[in-house]
């Protein structure tokens, strides 16, 4: 053999040592954070876990090497950044009437994000059932938290996001040293009923002014890491509940002239929407999905006032909550057939149909009556009798739930009262109160924008797009349109009564305010308040402060003023029958009164949704 060959030969058989083993690609997020074994495919294709579980597959890259010469960042600047070479937008969400949150740099008045706070913010989220939205249950997100030791910035990043999220809305039922600074009193548990009912109204208003610099620095700091890492520019599990927390952190806050998170979130929704249905979307999803569509419906208030458009299309409700429902007149036979049925299984197969129709409706009321297409034209006559017919139907079904519920209480053999709602509880006290609660926020989401905008047109329309005699006409259906918000009102302070002397429900400020308005201007034209509505203004009043503790606005200039002049309503109205007895807000304070303080009062009590519908 030459030496040429020789050399050839040679060359050859050295040629495979020489060849480098491929570098294996990095583990995928969702098994970082649940630290299982990852099998990365190339191209950029799911890992076979993903595929299986048929969720989103994503990997973020991890900076390896020397790290860059840069001053020393703080735990929450690190928690939140998602590359070293990316810097925050400078974003401005202004509106003509308030601005959005400022993504300026970490605060100071930022909590530090130690483990023990992390934990005490997840603790927490079991008692605010407004955010138990089925994606947070989907994203995992408990156990990836735990699984890290609470440590937030070990998270993937859209995990990352979710989990300042929840830490935030958290931050507005928390009683935690980082939240509550500064020298005050301040429960010593989620469950102090102590502190709620022995604390003066200064006391409860001031938590809510100590915690505002904490909750809006925490709330920053999700937006910008949201913002960062582009939750509205993917569809996840993760991103998808992260944008609808934002849309309840906004609405909370502050209303611009659109909902972009909430526009984000349905988006995600109906991407995903195929792929769950593809891995079996069974009835009982169904049902649960339906009272989040219930919770769209309920910021139809805060919608119908800002002019912002309804965003739950017919299709949404269709995709998730199952097919059409009977119509409202045929389910309201089939419950009064059904009246002798004692059995409380009644709300629950109503109540799915029940937030069917009133997600139709409000979007009903957007497009034929609030609307901005509606608004160019005058007011339709036909459109506003047909709402009104459809507002009476409703209430009649709400009645007939009711006495479901109010007879599951009455043979509730636990008097005293109740604890506050858990998420996880199977208890049947706890789940009549929160349908019973859940159903009137929807019918009361529906009758206050209804009758506000007939309000309102009859300064805004042209006095020539309509005859005197049709505006005759007019004035009595506005006429049936405020007794109907007169019952609402009614409606909604039965609803607090049935909830725990301690809860939490800071998403429903809006609402509870709106109400306490209309009450005002009801009480200012009336000559004298009655028994009963001192009754309810005194449980409107009552809640309001109860708020206070979670947020600020309750002790804004114009909400004192509501809260002052309502109390002088009351205590006009309580003057003039001393003899009688206290009224049913006192229960909060009372210890001999305790069990009777969820029992209706006279006729039944108009129901409110099921546990699911909790949150509007």
């Not at 601005?99 to 023990?116: Q, T, V, Y």
């Not at 929840?166 to 429960?187: D, E, M, Q, T, Y």
């Not at 506003?384 to 599951?408: F, G, K, M, P, W």
């Not at 409606?491 to 429903?508: D, M, N, Q, S």
Request: one cysteine or more; a neutral charge.
């Amino acid at each position: 053999m030459s030496n040429a060959e020789a050399s050839a030969s040679g060359s050859g058989a050295s040629t495979p040592a020489k060849e480098k083993k491929p570098k294996k690609l990095p583990a995928c997020d969702v098994c970082k954070a649940r630290r299982v074994l990852c099998h990365p495919q190339p191209n950029g294709a799911p890992c076979p876990r993903c595929v299986e579980k048929k969720i989103m597959c994503m990997t973020t890259p991890i900076r390896r090497g020397r790290p860059p010469k840069h001053p020393p960042q703080s735990a929450i600047t690190a928690a939140l950044t998602l590359s070293a070479a990316r810097q925050p937008p400078q974003i401005s969400l202004a509106s003509s009437q308030s601005r959005g949150p400022a993504l300026e740099g970490g605060s100071a008045d930022c909590p530090e994000l130690s483990s023990e706070f992390v934990a005490h913010c997840f603790e927490a989220i079991k008692y605010t059932p407004q955010y138990s939205h089925p994606l947070i249950a989907a994203a995992g997100i408990r156990s990836d938290i735990r699984a890290v030791a609470f440590q937030v910035h070990l998270l993937p990043a859209p995990s990352r996001v979710l989990a300042l999220c929840i830490i935030a809305l958290a931050s507005l039922s928390s009683f935690h040293r980082s939240v509550l600074s500064g020298p005050g009193p301040k429960p010593d548990s989620f469950t102090d009923p102590t502190f709620f009912s022995a604390s003066s109204d200064a006391d409860l208003l001031g938590c809510g002014l100590r915690r505002a610099p904490a909750y809006k620095a925490l709330r920053d700091e999700a937006l910008k890491a949201a913002w960062e890492t582009g939750v509205m520019l993917q569809p996840s599990n993760e991103n998808a509940a992260s944008c609808y927390l934002l849309d309840l952190m906004e609405q909370s806050d502050f209303c611009g002239a659109s909902r972009p998170w909430a526009g984000a979130y349905l988006s995600h929704v109906r991407a995903l929407a195929p792929i769950w249905h593809a891995a079996g979307f069974t009835a009982t999803d169904a049902a649960h999905w339906a009272g989040f569509l219930f919770e769209q419906m309920a910021e139809g208030l805060i919608s119908a006032r800002s002019r912002t458009p309804f965003l739950v299309t017919r299709s949404d409700q269709l995709l998730l909550s199952g097919p059409d429902p009977p119509p409202l007149d045929e389910m309201l036979d089939n419950l009064e057939k059904a009246s002798k049925n004692p059995s409380f299984s009644l709300v629950w197969t109503s109540s799915t149909p029940y937030m069917f129709h009133v997600v139709s409706l409000a979007r009903q009321l957007s497009e034929s009556i609030a609307g901005d297409y509606a608004r160019l034209n005058a007011l339709s006559e036909s459109a506003v009798i047909r709402y009104l017919s459809s507002l009476n139907t409703l209430h009649a079904i709400l009645s007939l739930l009711l006495e479901r519920v109010d007879a599951a209480l009455t043979s509730s053999s636990d008097s005293s009262p109740p604890a506050p709602f858990l998420l996880d509880s199977a208890n049947i006290d706890v789940a009549a109160r929160s349908a019973a609660y859940g159903a009137v926020f929807g019918f009361a989401g529906l009758v206050l924008p209804f009758y506000r905008e007939l309000e309102a047109r009859e300064t805004t329309d042209s006095p020539s797009a309509h005859s005197d005699q049709t505006r005759d006409r007019l004035r009595v259906l506005r006429k049936q349109a405020r007794d109907m918000a007169c019952l609402g009102a009614r409606e909604i302070a039965r609803a607090v009564r049935y909830l725990p002397e301690v809860h939490f429900t800071p998403v429903h400020w809006s609402t509870i305010y709106a109400w306490a308005e209309f009450c005002l201007e009801e009480a200012d034209a009336s000559s004298s308040v009655s028994s009963e509505q001192a009754e309810d203004y005194s449980t409107i009043v009552r809640e309001l402060k109860l708020l206070g503790y979670s947020l600020d606005s309750a002790s804004s200039p114009p909400a004192l003023g509501t809260i002052e002049r309502l109390e002088g309503h009351v205590a006009t109205a309580q003057s003039g029958f001393i003899a009688a007895p206290p009224p049913p807000a006192r229960y909060f304070f009372d210890p001999t009164t305790l069990t009777h303080i969820y029992l209706p009062l006279e006729t039944p009590w108009p129901d409110q949704g099921a546990h699911q519908m909790m949150m509007a």
